[in-house]
């Protein structure tokens, strides 16, 4: 079993930045990719960004592209979100999410959250106009 714990959501004014970590403890070894997601009050939820185990891979939701960045740390078994040119519609909780390596390959399989089996319990996100 993997487990992963968020942090570094808060509050914060339009145009400004957040840093999100993720921690992941337990059976780290077997993380391959790992991706952020978001859930707004009534809304479903929604990808932001993802990224393979050697970092050469990313991907970005376009609402997100140019004011996000994804990275990771494997290591220390970390992975982050640098977020910035905040938006009120970037208000969400954000969810970390992780999975193994899998025999396909694509966007499917680093954007869609039904690939992934390890999820955290997510940080809020606030973003005042």
């Known amino acids: 079993q993997v487990q992963l714990v968020e942090s570094g959501g808060g509050l914060v004014q339009a145009g400004g930045s957040l840093r999100l970590s993720c921690a992941a403890s337990?059976?780290?070894?077997?993380?391959?990719?790992m991706g952020w997601f978001r859930q707004a009050p009534g809304k479903e939820r929604e990808f932001v960004a993802a990224?393979?185990?050697?970092?050469?891979?990313?991907y970005y939701a376009d609402s997100v592209k140019d004011r996000f960045t994804i990275s990771r740390d494997n290591a220390a078994n970390m992975l982050y979100l640098q977020m910035s040119s905040l938006k009120p519609e970037d208000t969400a909780v954000y969810y970390c999410?992780?999975?193994?390596?899998?025999?396909?390959?694509?966007?499917?399989?680093?954007?869609?959250?039904?690939?992934?089996?390890?999820w955290g319990q997510g940080t809020q996100v606030t973003v005042s106009s």
């Open positions: 999410a992780a999975r193994p390596s899998t025999f396909y390959s694509g966007s499917y399989y680093y954007t869609n959250g039904v690939v992934y089996p390890y």
């Open positions: 990224i393979s185990w050697s970092g050469g891979t990313t």
């Open positions: 337990g059976r780290t070894s077997s993380i391959y990719a």
